[in-house]
């Protein structure tokens, strides 16, 4: 049982370029979340979706879209990104009636 | 609007002594209260829940709802508590599933 898997890893990208952060899980959870994580700030919600085919904003949204693609999968695309991106990216999800999320390993994603 | 404030970035100890991490919070319903650990390079994991009161790896917390508080304790710290620390909070009851974590709080075990 894999829980939430996050690809890649790792990421450098170059200021202006595109890129799609993917994220599933395998608990048949409804709920799905993208934070990000800063020194100093902790973790800030950018988007997340309560259920298959509804997504809503979050704390910090700006520059960034989001596709629940199914039950199971939940992307995160940065259309032009900025330096200001650069950041831990984690997904969470949970299931209804269970408050706590889980995490996956997250994403380093530097961009210069 | 919900909020958590753990106010100290850094926290360090020596291996034995009592640990306290503090976090307080502000909303203005009934909330729900979790202690999150990440060790170094690791995934987030939840550490424990309010409403379960149970102790894990020697950490205990209670809500105090008329300090606004929910701090994290440990008798005798070991060095293999050394991680980050996050207080998070959500609501409870109806759809209000997001978390709102705190800054964090790096606890740091000396040997």
């Known amino acids: 049982n894999a829980g939430v898997t996050q690809t890649p890893k790792f990421q450098v990208l170059k200021t202006g370029q595109s890129m799609t952060l993917q994220c599933a899980q395998d608990?048949?959870?409804?709920?799905m979340y993208w934070y990000r994580q800063d020194p100093g700030m902790g973790l800030r919600l950018i988007y997340y979706?309560?259920?298959?085919?509804?997504?809503d904003k979050g704390e910090v949204p700006n520059g960034y879209n989001v596709s629940r693609l199914n039950k199971r999968e939940f992307s995160l695309r940065l259309e032009s990104a900025a330096p200001s991106q650069t950041s831990v990216y984690f997904c969470?999800?949970?299931?209804?009636?269970?408050?706590?999320?889980?995490f996956g390993d997250g994403t380093r994603l530097s961009i210069l | 609007a919900q909020r958590v404030t753990q106010p100290e970035k850094l926290l360090s100890v020596f291996k034995g002594a009592p640990v306290e991490l503090k976090c307080n919070y502000s909303?203005?319903?009934?909330?729900?209260l979790f202690w999150y650990v990440q060790y170094s390079r690791q995934r987030l994991q939840l550490l424990l829940r309010?409403?379960s009161r149970e102790s894990i790896k020697g950490f205990t917390a209670d809500l105090n709802k008329g300090e606004t508080s929910f701090h994290l304790k440990k008798p005798f710290a070991q060095e293999e508590d050394s991680a980050m620390y996050y207080c998070?909070?959500?609501?409870?009851?109806?759809?209000?599933?997001?978390?709102?974590f705190g800054k964090g709080t790096l606890l740091t075990v000396n040997p």
């Open positions: 969470a999800s949970s299931d209804s009636g269970e408050r706590p999320q889980h």
């Open positions: 909303y203005s319903g009934s909330p729900e």
């Open positions: 998070a909070l959500t609501g409870s009851g109806g759809s209000n599933y997001k978390l709102t």
């Open positions: 309010h409403i």
């Open positions: 979706s309560a259920s298959e085919g509804t997504t």
């Open positions: 608990m048949n959870h409804n709920s």
